[in-house]
């Protein structure tokens, strides 16, 4: 649960980094995004899925 709850507090500091560093980009991103087909988001979803995973299993065992 510690490390849930440490991945949970990294994955919000670097979205909040983007919100604070470059708004104007994060915003014509969210308007973009209104635009995109639900394929694409399920695409971009399993991509980071698949990242995430291997890269958790690449520090953890490696």
């Known amino acids: 649960m510690k490390d ?3 991945a949970l507090g990294l994955m919000l500091a ?15 991103m969210m ?3 209104r ?10 979803g399993l991509a980071a899925l698949v990242i995430g995973v291997a890269l958790v ?5 490696g």
């Open 4 to 6: 849930f709850v440490s």
């Open 14 to 28: 670097l979205e909040g980094a983007l919100y604070a560093g470059a708004p104007q980009m994060m915003k014509k």
């Open 57 to 61: 299993a690449v520090v953890r065992l």
């Open 31 to 33: 308007s973009e995004a």
């Open 35 to 44: 635009h995109a087909s639900d394929t694409l988001f399920r695409l971009g």
